[in-house]
Every structure is written in C-alpha cells, then in structure tokens.
Nanobody, 123 residues
Framework: QVQLVESGGGLAQTGGSLRLSCAAS????????MGWFRQAPGKERDFVAY???????YYADSVKGRFTISRDNVKNTLYLQMNSLKPEDTAVYYC?????????????????WGQGTQVTVSS
C-alpha cells in the first residue's frame, strides 16, 4: 500500500512561485510513474503534470513553461515547482501514483492519491 503526503501549498501572489512536495512510502516509488492533478472549487480534478519512472515529463498546456515536475528516487519524493503563478492556478493539488496503462491524463490511471494541499494565488 502506497501512502502519499503532499506539502508546500499556501498563498502566493500573481507572478510568484511555490514548490510542492509529495513524500511517498510503503511501495516502490522509483518504479511508479507519478502525476500531479488539481481541483478548483466546483470543477473536475484535472491533470497537471506527469513524470515517468525513467524521468520523462509531460504537462498540461495550461502550465507548460511555468511548472516543472521532478522526482528524487533516493528521498522517495515528488516535486512540483510552480513559477509565474496565476489566479487560475488556485486549487487543491494532489499527487498520485500511476498503477495502470491508462493515459496519464486519466484519473483512473492512478490508484493511490495524497490528501491534497491548497494553493491560493491572489491577484
């Protein structure tokens, strides 16, 4: 059973930066593809970024060029560096471990989820 715990959320101003972390335990972190999703109030949980076990990265168009996903397989930790933040980035951010071969943007590709961390960007 994989446990995921996010941290690093908070309040930022437009144009500012935040770095989210996701600590993993209870599984073989290095062999899992990992993703970040976000959910704004009243909206669906949307794909943000993905990193494969080999380090290949993929991003939603809305964050491409501003966000960077990375992983440290020694520390069993996933990161999301968020720069040039916009008010529309405000959401609860979740990390997730991919466990199926479904598309990386699909929530159902991921069996394990963290509890989420709130990111609020003020205008």
């Amino acid at each position: 059973q994989v446990q995921l715990v996010e941290s690093g959320g908070g309040l930022a101003q437009t144009g500012g930066s935040l770095r989210l972390s996701c600590a993993a335990s209870g599984g073989t972190f290095s062999t899992n593809g990992m993703g970040w999703f976000r959910q704004a109030p009243g909206k669906e949980r949307d794909f943000v970024a993905y990193i494969s076990s080999g380090g290949s990265t993929y991003y939603a168009d809305s964050v491409k060029g501003r966000f960077t996903i990375s992983r440290d397989n020694v520390k069993n930790t996933l990161y999301l560096q968020m720069n040039s933040l916009k008010p529309e980035d405000t959401a609860v951010y979740y990390c997730a471990a991919r466990t199926t071969s479904l598309p990386i943007q699909a929530r159902y590709a991921y069996a394990y989820w963290g509890q989420g961390t709130q990111v609020t960007v003020s205008s």
